[in-house]
């Protein structure tokens, strides 16, 4: 008796993890994306289209894993400041004129560091990053926020 092999489903490339851009819109919060604003699941009240309330999606918890994966092979973003000297940046978030680092507790006495955005050369921050192929924006606006995992 020959048994055959089931045909391996082709390994699809993974997409390069976004930017999570937020905005405060009244009282709740909205994710924008590239097709325009996303409600925010618990935060306007009413379940995302398409769920029901107490359901969750079958690829949810795969889908936040991957996400968590690809913010660990993101380049980290290079601060340009206004003196020449250069910082990198893994995780952030950008809330008005502020960028929050996280820092290593044990290694520098706090758990984030802010950076005035006023206090980089942001031509050449953009630039740098660019260059090196890691997705750094600013906010377009005051309300919206910017979240590097």
Known sequence: MTQTAAPESPVTPAKPAE???MELRGNHWVRLTSQ???E????????PSGQESGQTSPTAG??????TQMAKELPAAVL???DGHQEAAVK????????????????SGSWSREVQ?????VAATL???QERGAKFSLPSRPSEVIFRP
């Not at 795969?62 to 996400?67: D, F, I, T």
């Not at 955005?117 to 050369?121: M, Q, R, T, V």
């Open 36 to 38: 325009g604003p996303m």
């Open 117 to 121: 955005i006023a206090d980089l050369d």
């Open 92 to 107: 952030y978030t950008i809330v008005g004129k502020t960028i929050y680092i996280k820092s290593d507790y044990w290694s």
């Open 127 to 129: 630039k740098v990053n």
């Open 80 to 82: 340009v400041f206004r």
């Open 19 to 21: 930017s999570l851009v």
């Open 62 to 67: 795969g889908a936040a894993a991957h996400q």
């Open 40 to 47: 925010v699941a618990g935060q306007s009240g009413q379940p």
